[in-house]
């Protein structure tokens, strides 16, 4: 019976893996606010997973409202990220915790995959600016990325979560932080991101003309005024964004292909389910990459991966996880030139595929 569902799964994946072709070429970077994470958020298996599957989306994300006093929460994510994409190597780059009282503090988290990234540069913004000292509540922790795929090569990220009531002196403040940024690593490539509460109650449009950020005609606001970023049906606004600094760098993205990713509909969840992950949808911008000059992503094929993915059951989903799984580790294998013929009398890729299963198996109980 095992023997016969094993060559069942193997055949699946096989077909599949044919048919569905991804799109190895794309550069991602998100900003994702995590709504409380900490030790609670982290006790739900289907949390995790949904938040695996949405950061491994990614080559860079960022977390924010992580809220994990004893860092439990976060280093379970990353082995769950780890378990959930064998096909990519990740690793989180976590800033101190940050906040104006004891008893309220965040971290901002960068979670990226170290195939596709390398740290070159890491900078807590020391808030010390004479005559507007302490602006921020959670100063940015900036950080500085080298991609060899992309086109642009090397930028930074300037993450900010604002504080609600403070939107629209913070969002200023974060002009201040960019030029400090430019100075300091002769680097015009710079994009901020985060839950900016850039709309509804917290930035009256009148207070937007006092915003340099908004203003200064070098920055580009990629997620437009009309999107709705934020999970409850009841609510539309447009909180979390991403703004890119300088033409090159304008250049250097995908256009439009800044959005939010609406994880409830793609997952197929019900609002409730949705709003146990975070009241928030991550956004997302992709960067052209070398092979995007050669090749353009097919669009058609991410569509049919999307319709793909329709988790029923439990056991339903957990048998397309491990058929995805499959399905990348076939693709990579096909895409190496040293893998191009593929031995099936290779022990060790039985021994693979046996552990798929019995992973599968576990997955289902
Ligand atoms: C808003 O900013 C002011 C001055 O920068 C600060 O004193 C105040 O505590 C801030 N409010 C919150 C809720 O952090
Ligand atoms: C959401 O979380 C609450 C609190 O932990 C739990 O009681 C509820 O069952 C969860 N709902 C869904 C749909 O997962
Ligand atoms: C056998 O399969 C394993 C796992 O897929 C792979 O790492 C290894 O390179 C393969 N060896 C040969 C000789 O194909």
New binding site residues.
């Given amino acids: 019976m095992s023997s016969v569902s094993l060559l069942l799964s193997l055949l699946l994946s096989l077909l599949l893996g044919v048919a569905i072709v991804r799109g190895g070429s794309e550069f991602r970077i998100c900003a994702f606010n995590l709504h409380h994470f900490g030790e609670s958020k982290s006790n739900k298996d289907e949390v995790m997973i949904t938040l695996a599957r949405i950061i491994t989306r990614c080559d860079v994300c960022l977390l924010q409202e992580v809220r994990d006093r004893k860092g439990t929460a976060v280093s379970k994510l990353l082995q769950t990220i780890r378990w959930y994409d064998t096909r990519n190597q990740y690793d989180l780059l976590a800033s101190e915790r940050l906040g104006r009282t004891e008893s309220y503090q965040e971290q901002y988290v960068f979670v990226y995959r170290t195939n596709t990234v390398k740290v070159t540069g890491q900078y807590q913004y020391p808030d010390n600016m004479p005559g507007d000292e302490d602006a921020f509540s959670r100063e940015p922790f900036v950080v500085r990325f080298k991609a060899p795929k992309t086109s642009i090569q090397e930028f930074v990220l300037i993450p900010q979560h604002t504080t609600p009531t403070n939107t629209t002196k913070e969002l200023d403040a974060l002009y201040d932080v960019l030029q400090n940024v430019r100075r300091m690593w002769r680097n015009e490539n710079v994009m901020l991101l985060g839950d900016f509460n850039a709309d509804c109650g917290y930035l009256a449009k009148k207070n937007r003309d006092k915003v340099r950020l908004m203003t200064d005609r070098s920055l580009h606001w990629l997620i437009g005024e009309d999107t709705d970023t934020t999970v409850k049906l009841s609510t539309s606004c447009s909180y979390d964004r991403i703004v890119v600094h300088g033409e090159k760098f304008n250049g250097a993205v995908v256009p439009s292909s800044a959005q939010p990713f609406n994880f409830q509909q793609d997952y197929r969840l019900t609002e409730e389910e949705a709003l146990n992950v975070s009241d928030h949808y991550p956004v997302e911008v992709l960067l052209k990459t070398q092979l995007n000059r050669i090749k353009k992503p097919d669009e058609k094929q991410e569509q049919q991966d999307g319709e793909e993915d329709d988790p029923g059951t439990v056991s339903l989903r957990c048998w397309r996880e491990e058929l995805r799984q499959g399905e990348q580790g076939h693709h990579q ?1 096909a895409q190496d030139p040293k ?1 191009h013929h593929v ?1 099936w009398n ?1 022990w ?2 039985w021994t ?1 595929i046996g552990r798929r299963f019995k992973e599968f198996l576990d997955c289902t109980q």
């Fill in positions: 294998q893998h031995n290779n060790s890729r693979l």
